[in-house]
């Protein structure tokens, strides 16, 4: 196997993580809505904003194998990192909720699920658009080589 055969397969399998990632994000976030009905509040609706899209956009990447999908990509999970991040900050009540954007239905300070007592739905998706971001800069710094 020649040396940009092999650069390629890693760039294909780097490009898979991240929509696998993505994805596994995408079906998460639909499941916790439409199976455990947890009704998304506005912040987890903006997250969804940024991730539902990475997961299409990273699939279109890996057929024909197009590592430039990166510059698409990347903007999306690191808009995605700091409203996550915003949204983590203020159930962890850091951030205090008189700056929570929910002014009706869901309040995005509660925490309406908890995974293993403190993996909160938007420390999830933060730690999703973390992966996804490493990836893609992993894969954006490969093609600089």
């Known amino acids: 196997m020649s ?11 780097v490009l898979f993580a991240s929509w696998l990632l993505a994805a596994t994000a995408t079906l998460g976030s639909l499941f ?16 969804r904003i940024f991730m ?7 699939l279109v990447g890996l057929f024909p194998l197009d590592t430039s999908v990166v510059r698409y990509a990347l903007p999306l999970a690191l808009c995605g990192i ?8 203020l159930q962890v009540g850091i951030i205090p909720e008189t700056a929570a ?6 309040s995005c300070s509660s925490v309406s699920y ?5 993996v909160s739905i938007p420390m999830l998706s933060l730690l999703a658009f973390l992966g996804v971001s490493g990836l893609l ?9």
Request: net charge neutral; aromatic share 10%; proline share 6%.
């Open 114 to 118: 908890e995974l293993f007592g403190f």
């Open 101 to 106: 954007p929910c002014q009706q239905g869901v």
């Open 82 to 89: 700091a409203v996550s991040l915003y949204h983590t900050l």
């Open 137 to 145: 800069l992993t894969l954006k710094r490969s093609e600089l080589k």
């Open 32 to 47: 916790f809505s439409e199976v455990m009905q947890l009704p998304p509040c506005s912040l987890c609706w903006v997250q």
């Open 3 to 13: 040396s940009v055969e092999q650069k390629d397969e890693r760039a294909r399998v």
């Open 52 to 58: 539902f899209p990475l997961a299409i956009i990273l």
